[in-house]
Structures are given as C-alpha cells and as structure tokens.
C-alpha cells in the first residue's frame, strides 16, 4: 500500500513535468495560428489547452480558472474552456490520509476525534476534505493539504509566467505583469491553513450580523498550517437551485450580495474566488426567507488599504453621476498609471458594464435580456479594439481579484437568473462610505482575527 502511495505522488510529480511540453506545444499552435489566420483554429486549440492543464487536476488549474475570469486576457474560446476545469485531483488513499495525519496531529490523532472518515467527502485543488465528528459530537470538515504543494505551485507559476509572456508578446494592450505577480502571491497564501483560519474568523465576526450568510467556525487545536479543522455546513449545491421558484432564487442571490459587498463596502475586505463551488445552499422548501448561503473556502482572501475601497466608489459615483473627472480619480487610486483621457474612456466601457446592474435603479436580471452565453462579449471586444489604438494599460496588482471577484459574482446571478433591485441592495449595503469608519472597522476586525493591517 505504501509503494502504491508513493507511486501515485511520483506520478503526480510526473504530470507536473509533462504539463511545460503539453502547454508549449499548444502555445505554438495558437501562435501560429494568430500568424496565419487559421479559421476555427482558436476552438480547437482552445480545447486542447483546457485538456493540457487539466490533465493535471491541481493547482495549475486553479491559476488557469484565474486566467479565463480576467476579461479579455484570453480569447472568449479559451476563457470557455478553461473555466469548464473542475478541481478533481486524484485523492489520499485511507492508508495515506492516516499517515498524513498523523504528521499533523501526532500519533493519537484518531482519538482526538469521535469519528473520522477516511474517505474523502470533495476534492480540492490544492487537497481533500474529510467528515469527521468532534468529541462534542460537532460535525467537522478536515481539509487535509496534499503533499508537496508548495513545489506544486512554484511549478505552475513558473508556467504561468511563460503563459503571461507569450500573452504579451501576441497580444501587448494588456501588460500582465504586475497580475502574475498578485497571482503568484494569492495562490502562495492559500498553501497557509493558518492564515485561511485567520480569514474564516474575520469573516463570521464581520459577518456575525447576516442570518442569511453562514460562516463555519474554526477549531484551532484541530487545525496545522497544512490541515484545516472547521464546522461541517449542511447546504445543496448551488445549481440545483437554477429551476426553483423565482422568490427562492433570488432570495439565495440576496445573500450571496450580501456576502460579497458587507465585508468589502465595510471592511475593504474581498473574497477572491467567488466561483460556483464555494457556496452551498440551507434552506426550507416552502418558506423562501429561510434560505440562505454556506460560504465556503478562506484560501483567497484579498485585504485592501481602506483607500482602494474609496476608489471602488469613486468610480460608482463618477459613472452614475456622468462625472468624469472622478472615474479618471479612482482609476489612480487604484494604481493605474499614464492614464489619458482616451485611456480612461476605454477602462469606463468595461466599468460601466460591471457596474451596470447597481447603476440602474429598477428590478432586472444582471444580463438583463442579453443571453448569458453573449454577456460581456460586446464589452471586452470594444474595449480590446480601443486598447489597441490606445493602450498598452498596465494592469495594477490591486485591480486583478476585485474584477474577477465581480465576474464571479455576476456568474452567480445569471447562473440562478436572479431579479433583483441591484442598486437599492448596493446602496442599503455600502450606507454612507467613509474611509476614516472603514478603516476603524478595519483594524479592529484584524485585530481579532489575528491578521495584520494591510500596506
């Protein structure tokens, strides 16, 4: 058993090897096809780069789903692709798990609980998910890392900044620079349980509040910086809900707002991956107020100086308000530099159709009648021919998970095709912006968590 353990992580390793030939083999391909104008090749190749990375089922994955949420970073093809990547690495078998454990927690780790599954309840990108009771008869979730991540993803950043770099050199409106590199330092952070525990813990004291939103609780003498211990979250998968009654879809989209904008209007506070799979869904049939979100996953938490989040409604405020001068104001805030006044125009197209919903004062779906499979395309492409008369843009660290975030939020909706007054929720969420309060909130919020102030 234990060689066939070996075997398996050696085989891993092996991936990880083959994934630079795979990749670079592609790469060439839709080099050539930009070239020479290949007609259908961007599908194909699209495909067969999603097939490349995923063969690997582990972290490179999850920068490469970083990758297709970042608007018009890839062609529409390869964006469609990449985020069909589902996190799926093949799991620690039991004899494996008890070993691992047993390096977390020491010997006697099995008595420390009342019950532990040996048998993965969900596979991660970076490890496993185990069920587990606490002695208190508590229902656990232990998120065990696999091994060796670390190596793991210094692998797949090295890929990712050959993959920036090609982006570059076909495709320069857009300078990605500074975006490997809050990447590369977000994906480090998630290897660290005891930081993600840190973040569980400021998000259900900021979150306190919310009936509607649930944050697990942490059980720190269960947890190591390579397996984290914390409540086990009865909840649904978040599609199973596409079909059901309007009232109850929007009321699970009300909290997923909620879950999103409180932490980031009063903190500066943001979660990075807001993809389908970190929410479930509690809730009673027939009484549509009482559902509500499980929110999962801690790993990618983005802590903002107070001024980024002032820069956030600087740009609101300038866009609902026709005011120029103040979208230019926060898009230096934000860290963008050289801007003129052709330049800033462009960055408002997309602005303007992130913000679009919480501009317009009425009921309406995100999409609005466009269809979801056509929702931003129009955007990114205006946005990308302008840039190429007017760029390049150097895309500040800052801007990257806040703009992905809110695709992924967006995703959410248009996934349960919520309708909802999106600017009345935005307005009683963010109240009377102040950076002096925010900040406040803030550093008191960390202080609890144990985190520090951000830079």
């Not at 091994?147 to 993803?153: E, G, I, N, T, W």
């Not at 596409?242 to 989209?253: C, P």
């Amino acid at each position: 058993m234990q060689d066939e353990e070996a075997n398996r992580f050696s085989a891993r390793a092996a991936r990880y090897a083959q994934v630079g030939a795979r990749a670079g083999t592609v790469a060439a391909r839709i080099a050539r096809a930009r070239l020479l104008g290949t007609s259908g090749a961007a599908s194909r190749n699209a495909a067969a780069l999603a097939q490349a990375l995923g063969a690997l089922k582990g972290p490179v994955m999850k920068v490469a789903q970083m990758m297709a949420t970042v608007p018009d970073l890839l062609p529409p093809e390869y964006a469609e692709e990449l985020q069909k990547l589902q996190c799926e690495a093949p799991p620690m078998g039991a004899a494996f798990v008890k070993r691992r454990m047993q390096a977390e927690l020491g010997a006697g780790w099995l008595s420390r609980f009342s019950s532990f599954d040996l048998v993965p309840a969900a596979a991660a990108s970076l490890g496993q998910v185990h069920r587990a009771t606490a002695k208190d008869g508590t229902a656990l979730a232990c998120k065990l890392q696999y091994p060796d991540m670390q190596s793991a993803v210094e692998a797949d950043l090295r890929q990712l900044e050959v993959a920036f770099a090609l982006h570059r050199r076909l495709n320069p409106v857009i300078d990605t620079r500074e975006m490997a590199k809050e990447i590369g330092e977000r994906v480090r952070e998630e290897l660290d349980y005891r930081r993600e525990a840190k973040h569980a813990v400021l998000y259900r004291n900021i979150l306190a509040g919310a009936a509607d939103v649930r944050v697990p609780g942490i059980w720190p003498d269960l947890s190591t910086s390579r397996l984290l211990t914390m409540q086990w979250l009865e909840g649904r998968k978040l599609l199973e809900f596409k079909d059901a009654e309007g009232s109850v879809r929007n009321k699970i989209a009300e909290a997923i707002f909620k879950a999103w904008w409180i932490p980031f209007s009063r903190y500066g506070v943001i979660h990075g991956d807001a993809h389908l799979g970190n929410y479930s869904v509690f809730g009673q049939a027939k009484n549509e107020h009482a559902y509500g979100i499980n929110l999962l996953d801690y790993g990618c938490i983005r802590i903002f100086p107070s001024r980024f989040a002032g820069g956030v409604v600087d740009l609101y405020e300038g866009l609902l308000h026709n005011d120029f001068d103040r979208t230019v104001y926060a898009y230096r805030t934000w860290g963008f530099c050289g801007l003129t006044k052709d330049l800033a125009e462009t960055l408002n197209i997309w602005a303007r159709f992130i913000y679009a919903p919480l501009l317009d004062d009425r009921v309406r779906s995100v999409a609005d009648g466009i269809s979801p499979a056509r929702y931003g395309r129009k955007e990114a492409f205006t946005v990308h021919q302008a840039l190429k008369k007017r760029g390049p843009v150097l895309v500040p660290r800052e801007f990257v998970f806040m703009d992905r975030a809110a695709i992924g939020l967006g995703s959410a909706f248009l996934h349960l095709d919520a309708k909802l007054n999106f600017y009345r929720l935005f307005h009683e969420t963010m109240g009377t912006f102040s950076d002096t309060a925010v900040r406040a909130r803030q550093a008191l919020a960390l202080a609890k968590a144990g985190l520090p102030l951000p830079a």
